[in-house]
């Protein structure tokens, strides 16, 4: 066991621990040194924090940090911190200050000459990322969704022509009205990544055309709960841009006689394209 005399450090110190997402397995070695041998851990949810740490047998006092009180309590750590003593920062799950608390403790440790010191680990939005099959050279992780469908469908049209993936999180109460929102702006044939209960027993990783994606949800309404990541793959120029002239006379013509998706699903198979994409283009311009 490190000596908790000189460990994690004799200079004030505050300390960003990740804890897992999930599998308690994902936590390290390093970030058990450091919340075993700190003076006090600064927890989103301390009841939370405690099983955590009743689990490892770690018996650090811990104080309540959350999106309530964090502005009111944060210069009174800053003050521990300056009469020498240690801290860690947790939140529920994952990495602090990403969707969670610690950035307004952070900063005012920065301003007041504290050291930070961060310690690499879980953190779900990159975990998903990485298994995701998207683009992973340039993202931008965009934090929850608004919980209106005006501020989603607002968010959906500012990402819309943007080329990078797009992450946000998600609940589940919320998953399906998302996706609803996100069709309705991104249209059926963007390629949108599911990602749920990410490191746990029912860990599922799906991705495809946002449309299949609805339909695939709503087969299985266990396909709806846990914590969900989103991830949305980057503008394309759109396979609408890529018609042939031939493909675009023959739907023309086809749609005098016929329904518009009766038609695009003949001129799809005839011409190997997206019928989705092909219907979408004929709303558009041909009715």
Not at 93 to 104: Q, V
């Amino acid at each position: 066991m490190t000596d908790n005399k000189t460990f994690p450090s004799e200079i004030p110190t505050l300390y960003i621990v990740p804890t897992p997402i999930g599998n308690l397995g994902d936590i390290t070695q390093r970030a058990l040194d450091v919340l075993s041998s700190v003076d006090v851990i600064a927890a989103e949810d301390t009841r939370h924090t405690g099983k955590l740490l009743s689990h490892f047998n770690i018996q650090t006092k811990t104080f309540a940090l959350h999106d309530h009180n964090e502005q009111q309590k944060a210069q009174m750590l800053v003050d521990r911190l300056l009469q020498g003593q240690t801290i860690a920062l947790v939140s529920d799950a994952g990495t602090p200050l990403i969707s969670d608390p610690g950035y307004h403790l952070v900063s005012q440790c920065r301003q007041a000459g504290v050291k930070v010191v961060p310690l690499p680990g879980a953190c779900a939005f990159v975990t998903a990322l990485s298994a995701s099959g998207l683009p992973s050279d340039r993202f931008s992780f965009e934090g929850f969704l608004p919980a209106k469908s005006k501020g989603r469908r607002d968010k959906f049209t500012e990402i819309e022509k943007a080329e990078r993936t797009c992450i946000f999180y998600e609940s589940p109460h919320r998953i399906m009205d998302s996706l609803q929102d996100m069709l309705a702006v991104l249209g059926p044939e963007r390629d949108v990544v599911l990602a749920r209960e990410l490191t746990k027993t029912f860990e599922t990783i799906q991705g495809m055309p946002l449309g299949e994606l609805i339909d695939w949800i709503n087969e299985d309404d266990n396909r709806k709960k846990g914590e969900m990541v989103l991830l949305i793959h980057g503008y394309r120029e759109s396979e609408s841009e890529a018609f042939s002239p031939e493909a675009i006379r023959l739907l023309t013509l086809l749609v005098k006689e016929l329904p518009l998706k009766k038609a695009a699903a003949i001129v799809a198979e005839m011409h190997n394209l997206k019928k989705n994409a092909l219907y979408k283009w004929g709303l558009d311009n041909l009715e």
